[in-house]
């Protein structure tokens, strides 16, 4: 599947916007990149949070911003049409996101996340 740039970042915005005000308003210095590549060695790789999880944080957190990265080329790869690529850009920032909450990978795929 083909997409350009821009068009993907704006389906990585609105996956953010359609998360419940309720959750959004606790979500604090948290920044959501997009990259064309992951890393070296993890091909398949969606999204990462690079951060510390509210769950870990100390009363005197004053760290650099929390980095959530999706990563474009895994996703179009991954999918066949606009419509799974609108659900997995949606899935992969709700786990990003749950990430920056403590929730771990294998409760997130409990959950339908993983």
Do not use: K, W
Request: with cysteine; charged share 30%; net charge negative.
């Amino acid at each position: 599947m083909e997409l350009d740039r821009a068009d993907f970042e704006a389906l990585v915005e609105q996956a953010l916007d359609e998360i419940p005000e309720e959750i959004a308003s606790v979500v604090h210095n948290v920044v959501v990149l997009v990259q064309d590549e992951p890393p070296p060695g993890e091909p398949d790789l969606l999204g990462v949070y690079d951060g510390v999880s509210l769950t870990e944080r100390t009363s005197d957190h004053t760290g650099l911003p929390d980095r959530i990265t999706i990563f474009r080329r895994p996703l179009l790869e991954l999918c066949a049409d606009g419509d799974e690529l609108v659900r997995e850009v949606r899935i992969t920032v709700v786990h990003e996101i749950a990430h920056h909450f403590g929730i771990d990978d294998r409760r997130l795929h409990e959950l339908g996340y993983g």
